[in-house]
């Protein structure tokens, strides 16, 4: 499974951004997807996951109320919208996906996307 994440950006604070992720093969549907974002000098953190069916979703804390998780899996393609957007959200974001959702959860994925970087200016 390859996987191509896109849609990152410079915005302002306040604004909103949203990355897709496309998979390259039709087992993407059964497969748990999440975003994970990386700034420099720090580790890599959880951001949002949802199960292959999309009913169940899961967020960090810090991005609630702010950031929303979906997917299409008719086009194989995971979408996190960002919005009120912060300048601490500024960071590479990484898609991953595998069929093991504590895998994905915990940043133990098998397969990667490259990253694209969001950046938030104030």
């Known amino acids: 499974v390859q996987l191509q994440a896109s849609g990152g950006g410079l915005v302002q604070a306040g604004g909103s951004l949203r990355l897709s992720c496309a998979a390259s093969?039709?087992?993407?549907?059964?497969?748990?997807m999440g975003w994970f974002r990386q700034s420099p000098g720090l580790e890599r953190e959880f951001v949002a996951a949802?199960?292959?069916?999309?009913?169940?979703?899961n967020y960090a804390d810090s991005v609630k109320g702010r950031f929303t998780i979906s997917r299409d899996n008719a086009k194989n393609t995971v979408y996190l919208q960002m919005n009120t957007l912060k300048p601490e959200d500024t960071a590479a974001y990484y898609c991953?996906?595998?069929?093991?959702?504590?895998?994905?959860?915990?940043?133990?994925?098998?397969?990667w996307g490259q990253g694209t970087q969001v950046t938030v200016s104030s």
């Open positions: 949802i199960s292959w069916s999309g009913i169940y979703t």
């Open positions: 093969e039709r087992i993407f549907r059964s497969y748990v």
């Open positions: 991953a996906a595998d069929g093991n959702r504590e895998l994905v959860t915990t940043g133990r994925a098998t397969y």
